[in-house]
């Protein structure tokens, strides 16, 4: 059989009669054969240098074009290959080219900040808007001392301008009442920017009383709360209801630390989680002036309440502190009343509307057992039962120093009331107590009043 004949069995695209595919196939045989580094051809032929160095130029010529990538079995895949690997580069350099401008991209998070966070004052007094300088004829500088006006730049006039930079409109009524030592301006809408206006001219008065509450701050907090960290005529602050949050809760850590003449802080109803409350419980830490802290309505955990527990370990200066209303549960209830159980400081105590049921009114129990300087304490809507209950009272029978509490909204019965009998027989301190809203039965309502009116000493609310 011919060699053209086998070829065509081969290969039975190719024909005989058609020539040019029969010389492109034959093309295609000698290129393979080159580059697996075979030849069938002529052996006269591959003894001439001439054509060894073709022979060599067509191998380098051949691997160094896409040739290789053919595939006679497959021959779509070296094209679907080529188009996927130039996808995949042009994917690749998009990427990178988004990555270098994300690079060129700074967030700021106050949009104000940058405008106004260094404010030259004397600048601002002595500049003259008449003066041209557009001539230019030389400045002496043989300047006469009696002709440089003296001024002090006033609480107003700071105030004024800081509202100018920062364009906000003044609040009249904290330029008409800036002077009094007591300052309440609540729900005013001040914003971030108009507590950054206040902060500038704060330490020019001599307020000892200041209330903010209800005015939106946000992250205006931390300017109040820098200025005030140097401010030696504050004694009380009134922050509440402002959506402190991160940004304005974390800097009164480092208020608190600072300021030595805070005596009592209202926090309630800003967004305070457990780390803006680690942060003030390490001020509370370095602060021993601050007696009065509340910090209801917040979102403190039980992680929350440990760091505060521990704080408190080392501050028995603090005598009232309120942190009812929050998220704290019965392993947060339990650890704060183990950390607590020792502190000599504590008179008013508030942890009502938290979760600590029967495992954390027992841990109540033992710290109202063991502690002598506790007067006051709310326990409403504790989620406490009957045997929670009989432990607080029973503890109650060997503490005479606490007068008041409150046992409202908790889940009693009426063999609760038994315990209360007991008590109230046992021991001859007057005392305050609450237990309203209680789904006792009429008998038992009927032997409460009979109580009230056998213990005139005692004060019942029923």
Excluded at 11 to 18: A, R, V
Excluded at 322 to 350: H, P, V, Y
Excluded at 355 to 368: C, F, K, N, V
Aim: hydrophobic share 30%; glycine share 6%.
């Amino acid at each position: 059989m011919s060699d053209t004949a086998v070829e065509s069995i081969e290969n039975p695209s190719i024909s005989n009669d058609n020539p040019e595919q029969k010389e492109n196939s034959q093309t295609l045989e000698n290129t393979t054969e080159v580059i697996n580094g075979e030849d069938n051809s002529n052996p006269e032929e591959n003894k001439l240098d001439n054509n060894k160095s073709l022979s060599k130029s067509k191998l380098d010529n051949i691997r160094g074009s896409k040739v290789e990538v053919f595939d006679e079995k497959n021959p779509s895949w070296n094209t679907d290959q080529y188009i996927q690997q130039e996808m995949g580069e042009e994917n690749t350099k998009e990427e990178n080219k988004d990555n270098d401008d994300e690079k060129h991209i700074k967030i700021n998070d106050d949009e104000f900040e940058h405008e106004t966070e260094e404010i030259n004052y004397e600048a601002i007094a002595f500049a003259d808007p008449d003066m041209d300088f557009s001539d230019d004829e030389g400045l002496s500088l043989n300047i006469d001392v009696s002709d440089v006006p003296s001024c002090e730049l006033n609480k107003l006039d700071v105030y004024k301008t800081a509202c100018k930079i920062i364009d906000v409109i003044p609040v009249s009524y904290y330029a008409d009442n800036m002077n009094k030592n007591e300052f309440i301006m609540r729900n005013h809408g001040l914003g971030p920017k108009g507590a950054k206006a206040i902060s500038e001219s704060l330490n020019k008065t001599t307020i000892s009383v200041l209330d903010l509450s209800g005015n939106w701050i946000d992250a205006g907090g931390k300017y109040l709360a820098k200025t005030i960290a140097d401010n030696c005529y504050l004694t009380e602050l009134n922050l509440s209801n402002n959506h402190l949050g991160i940004k304005g809760g974390e800097p009164m850590g480092y208020m608190i630390a600072q300021n030595g003449t805070l005596k009592i802080l209202n926090l309630s109803k800003n967004n305070l989680s457990n780390r803006e409350i680690k942060a003030i419980v390490e001020g509370l830490k370095e602060n021993n002036m601050l007696q009065s802290i509340d910090l209801s309505y917040n979102k403190i955990g039980d992680i929350g309440a440990l760091h505060l527990g521990r704080a408190l370990m080392e501050n028995d200066n603090i005598k009232v502190l309120n942190i009812g209303w929050n998220e704290i549960r019965m392993k947060g209830i339990t650890a704060f009343f183990q950390c607590i159980r020792n502190n000599q400081g504590i008179t008013d105590l508030s942890v009502n509307n938290n979760g600590a049921a029967d495992t954390g009114g027992m841990t109540i129990a033992q710290y109202i057992d063991s502690n002598r300087v506790i007067m006051r304490l709310n326990l409403n809507s504790c989620r406490i039962t009957d045997t929670g209950c009989q432990a607080i009272f029973r503890a109650l029978e060997q503490n005479n120093t606490l007068t008041e509490i409150y046992l409202n909204y908790n889940c009693f019965t009426d063999a609760s009331f038994q315990y209360l009998s007991n008590f109230c027989q046992k021991t001859s301190t007057p005392r305050t107590i609450h237990i309203e809203n209680i789904k006792f039965s009429e008998e038992i309502n009927k032997k409460l009043e009979q109580l009230k009116d056998e213990k005139s000493d005692f004060t019942f609310y029923i």
